[in-house]
């Protein structure tokens, strides 16, 4: 299966993400959300080679709900896509609370530049984090918390 070029090569003046001709816009999607995930549910301090990554969204689970600040949560998320992902283009960050489910819900629409052609790839994200476990849109099990 063809992949981008590792590690990813970003052209400094227009963001493009560089790929090898041959790689396929579904195989594109799944690293991006790869990637989103990864920096989501990762909490600051994890990674001993950098301490501020991650944007730590298991935490907001136990919060009530009065107290809980969704526009926190979105600024919180594009500030730490735009940081470690920056060839990721944020459209749209939504949280939600779940409260039947004790859940939080995360939609994120994004698109990604690309070369060999394709000018970009545009896709959404929905995680749904709970106490036990974290789901994708297609009902994938990600880990338990």
């Known amino acids: 299966m063809p992949a981008p070029f590792f590690p990813l090569t970003i052209e400094d003046q ?16 799944e690293l991006m959300n790869f990637h989103i995930k990864n920096i989501l549910l990762s909490c600051p301090g994890e990674r001993i080679w950098n301490p501020d990554f991650g944007a ?19 600024i919180t998320i594009r500030q730490q896509l735009s940081e470690f992902a920056p060839y990721i283009n944020i459209v749209d960050v939504l949280p939600r609370i779940l409260p039947e489910d004790n859940a ?10 690309l070369n060999s052609g394709q ?15 974290v789901f994708t849109s297609d009902g ?3 880990s338990p918390i």
Not at 17 to 28: A, C, F, R, V
Not at 104 to 113: D, K, Q, S
Not at 124 to 132: G, N, P, W
């Open 104 to 113: 939080l819900l995360i939609n994120i629409r994004y698109y990604v530049n």
């Open 140 to 142: 994938t099990q990600l």
């Open 14 to 29: 227009t963001g493009t993400l560089m790929l090898d001709p041959d790689t396929k816009i579904e195989d594109m999607r």
């Open 56 to 74: 730590c969204l298991k935490k907001y689970l136990f919060e009530l709900e009065t107290v809980l600040d969704l526009e926190d949560i979105a």
């Open 119 to 133: 000018s970009s790839m545009m896709a959404v994200l929905q995680l749904t984090i709970s106490e036990f476990d």
